[in-house]
């Protein structure tokens, strides 16, 4: 039926409304069209094909019942929802200078990182450059890449310090995994005790408010060469 | 004035036991009840009980504790019955009804009961000891069941919306339905969250949506549930003056703005003052939306008789991120430039905060209060931040802050006369925009983009001084994520009440910030709100499918 419909449609609709039925020549999107959401089966879209809307430049159609059921059937295929996913496949996002990039990183990258150390050969590890992206603006996040743990320093005493990975903290308490794998929390007033926390993401924090959009592109650029 | 006492005090001591709403409560500085959204028509959540106070805070202890839960089935739920309504004819929400129970809903007290509603479900409880006394369960046609923010109350009858676009009658003694009226059209997309407002003889009813359907206010007749007037947020005709501002009518009539949190009301002017949501489609710089796109992403102020706008205040002209400027307007009156004004104070989703005098909407203070916020080339001669369209999603990705949750969303913020400030959880965030529809026509609602976060570099209990828009102080929760608190109390005992983003109720000094009590629930879900009963004060707050409340023995 919705095979039937796309056939009917592309001959007498398409060409104002759209291959895809979100407007063409003319025609509206009537995916989103009041009378397209209310139908069920063509009972409402019908009468506007077959009686057309003459004055907004609608032609009538002469179809049957089972034509218009057809349409609706194929019109009502397109899933309908305001996250619209399905146009989530982008274009390429290279569109950086791969110089400047590499310039780029070479000030603010390589007191960290090495091209031909850690990151040798990121730009064969990542097919999709939007990953790659992701990954050097926050390791970690939906790009991926592997991120070493926050840790924190807990200073009990004049020289009792505690050290592990950071579970959680709050004005209140602050909990770690120490060396031999046990969880130890302490309660906290205020700076008592004192908690210094170190994150390994911070360069790359520090930097969200330093580079330009086009920073970023000329790095990605860089980087997915970086074989 | 002598009949007024009069009744005041026949009310007084019938208000011992379950009854109907006073609705002069209502105008009265919020005090013994909590009889509407935000306390009282002011947005201030500033109740004037001092009963609880700085020097007594450190004594706060357990008053009691109940669950609920969502759901058809009234077994196992201490025994108060379950009416079920509906006009499903199978039930789409039995699946995973009963699971993710979260109150997020700003919950009434009236006369002792605490009256308070989850989507589909709404709850009547004994405010002294927290037994539920009926729970009422609507049978929905799907929807989405993102939140419900609360019931609206007019004498004896309680007002709920549904997702499924349904607003709900209900016997406030005996939780039984009086009538249901359809509000929106649920195949257009339309989803309806917010909390009934009444005035007067007005419930005051908004929606959402995130197709491209516009948006608009209703009121409707308390008694029968039918229309009164239908304000549209965007232009339906050519002659609306709001047309001037967009590319092409098709595109107006679907561009969206929708309503979809409580505002504030002017009793003086009779003008509700509200907060729209974004233009749709939320991040398409298409041609059909040409111009700043009214009354999408602004502070409009509606005449509650006859449904008419009175001023306007764009806070997003064009809005390209999905940044509503929903959260509920502060209503003040206070000093500004050394003379008394009335004033309405704002913050937006887009990270800026604004002063307006309330009367004609005019332009006092624009502030940035989020240091990260980085989409705007500054502001114009009215206030209004300047869209920079490099920041808008693009191909390659754009690095914007804040994300598209925003530096501040839709829970309550507050305010104190005590301090003068103003109070608004705030995360200073950075999401790349990746745009992934490339079709001139444009994408529909909320799609043709990709947001992938990047990260918090902090979030914040803010205060902000509405005179010059500075912050006053604000307070950094410990750790390296980031997120948004669920709203905030003041209090006359010079208390600051607000869950923090470990789920720990606190209590701090408004001046300052500085912690004067805590206690940790696991996940506080809702603004904390509080009432007197008995002569004792209560702090009163929702974690996830459970209420707490605590007082002094």
């Known amino acids: ?227 | 004035m002598k009949n007024l006492l009069a009744s005041f005090y026949a009310f007084a001591t019938i208000a011992m036991a379950q009854g109907p709403l006073d609705p002069s409560l209502l105008t009265k500085p919020l005090s013994d009840s909590w009889p509407t959204y935000s306390g009282d028509y002011s947005g201030r959540r500033y109740s004037s009980l001092t009963q609880i106070n700085q020097s007594n805070v450190k004594n706060l202890t357990l008053g009691w504790v109940s669950r609920v839960s969502n759901g058809p089935s009234s077994f196992g739920r201490g025994g108060a019955p379950t009416i079920t309504g509906g006009v499903a004819t199978t039930d789409s929400s039995e699946a995973g009804g009963g699971g993710g129970t979260s109150i997020r809903a700003s919950i009434l007290e009236v006369n002792g009961i605490l009256y308070f509603s989850t989507p589909d479900n709404a709850w009547a409880m004994d405010a002294r000891d927290g037994h539920q006394l009926w729970h009422y369960y609507w049978r929905t046609r799907g929807g989405t069941h993102i939140g419900n923010r609360g019931l609206g109350m007019w004498g004896n009858w309680l007002y709920m919306e549904t997702p499924d676009d349904y607003l709900v009658c209900l016997d406030a003694k005996t939780g039984k339905e009086r009538w249901h009226k359809e509000i929106a059209d649920f195949n257009l997309q339309y989803f309806s969250t917010m909390a009934p407002i009444v005035i007067g003889n007005h419930i005051l009813v908004g929606t959402g949506d995130d197709l491209d359907e516009p948006g608009f206010l209703q009121s409707f007749d308390p008694e029968t549930g039918d229309l009164q007037w239908k304000w549209y947020s965007v232009p339906t005709k050519k002659d609306d003056p709001a047309f001037a501002t967009w590319g092409d009518l098709d595109t107006a009539k679907h561009g969206g703005g929708n309503v979809w949190i409580p505002g504030a009301y002017d009793p003086e002017t009779h003008l509700y003052i509200v907060g729209t949501g974004n233009p749709s489609p939320a991040y398409m710089d298409s041609p059909g939306r040409k111009g700043d796109n009214l009354y999408t992403c602004s502070i409009v102020a509606i005449n509650v008789d006859t449904g008419k706008i009175a001023w306007h205040y764009q806070t997003s002209p064009h809005d390209t991120h999905d940044w509503d400027s929903t959260e509920t307007p502060i209503l003040i009156d206070g000093q500004f430039n050394g003379k008394p004004r009335k004033m309405v104070l704002h913050a937006s989703r887009n990270g800026y905060y604004f002063t307006l005098d309330r009367i004609t909407g005019e332009h006092l203070v624009t502030s940035k209060y989020s240091d990260t916020v980085n989409w705007a080339k500054g502001l114009n001669k009215d206030g209004q931040p300047m869209r920079d369209p490099e920041k808008d999603s693009t191909v390659p990705g754009a690095l914007v802050s804040p994300n598209n949750g925003g530096a501040t969303n839709w829970p309550p913020p507050a305010y104190s006369p005590d301090t003068g400030l103003f109070y608004v959880p705030t995360n200073d965030s950075y999401a790349m925009y990746y745009l992934t529809e490339t079709d001139p026509r444009g994408a529909m609602g909320l799609g043709g983009k990709d947001e992938l976060s990047v990260g918090s570099l902090g979030a914040y209990l803010t205060a902000i001084d509405y005179k010059t828009g500075k912050i006053a102080w604000r307070h950094r929760y410990p750790g390296t994520g980031g997120n948004l608190g669920n709203g905030i109390l003041t209090t006359a005992g010079k208390l600051l009440f607000a869950g923090d983003l470990s789920g720990n109720l606190v209590a701090y000094d408004p001046a300052n910030g500085n912690i004067l009590w805590h206690t940790r629930l696991g996940n506080v879900s809702n603004a904390p709100e509080t009432y007197l009963l008995d002569g004792h004060q209560y702090i009163l707050i929702a974690a996830g499918d459970t209420l707490y409340t605590f007082t002094l023995y």
């Open chain 1, 1 to 227: 039926m919705v095979e039937r419909g796309r056939a009917i449609y592309g001959v007498n609709c398409q060409f104002c409304h759209g291959s895809d039925a979100r407007g063409g020549e003319g025609g509206p999107n009537l995916i989103r069209a009041e009378i397209v959401l209310k139908d069920q089966d063509g009972e409402l879209i019908g009468p506007v094909i077959q009686n057309g809307r003459v004055d907004q430049g609608m032609p009538k159609f002469p179809m049957s019942n089972a034509q218009v059921a057809d349409i609706a059937a194929f019109i009502h295929s397109f899933r309908v929802a305001g996250y619209d996913n399905s146009r989530m496949k982008p274009p390429t996002i290279l569109v950086g200078d791969r110089t400047a990039g590499e310039a780029y990183f070479k000030i603010k990258c390589a007191s960290c990182h090495s091209a031909t150390g850690d990151l040798k050969g990121i730009g064969a590890r990542f097919t999709d450059p939007r990953a790659l992206q992701q990954t050097f603006l926050m390791p970690g996040g939906r790009g991926g890449g592997s991120v070493p743990p926050t840790t924190v320093t807990v200073t009990l005493g004049s020289d009792q310090k505690i050290e592990g990975r950071l579970v959680r903290i709050d004005d209140f308490i602050v909990t770690l995994t120490d060396s031999e794998g046990t969880q130890r929390t302490f309660r906290r007033d205020g700076d008592k005790p004192h908690v210094e926390i170190h994150e390994p993401l911070q360069p790359h924090k520090d930097l969200l408010g330093v580079y330009s959009d086009k920073d970023i592109h000329n790095l990605t650029a860089y980087l997915v060469t970086v074989k």
